[in-house]
């Protein structure tokens, strides 16, 4: 079950990755992908509630694996930096933060980077 809540946090990880970069292309390039920029405001509709399910099911897939250990891994920090992404959303939305968009960018970088490290480099902490 843990395996499987992995996998599935990744895809959905992955899906809102892929949103933003088909966003940035289609920004800097300037060119229509019809098929992609269906596909894309599809995704966008649900980035919030993507997000939300990749958090919940992500502290459900460490609370399986490790339980309530506090123990330094690199699920560790994908899931912080998960978690942290969603505090700047919610206290841009709900407290007037002004710069919380830009941090949330700058941590779509450190969730790439801690994705990364998580799936081919697991114990590389621990």
Known sequence: MADFLGFLTTFLLLVLIINVIIRKMVRKYKFKLNPLLSINSKI????????LAVLILGTVHGYLIVGLRLVPHTGSILLLSVLIMFLLFISGKYGHYKSWFIKHKIFYYVVLVALFLHIFFKNIIS
């Open 44 to 51: 966008s509709k649900y980035h919030k509630l993507l997000a």
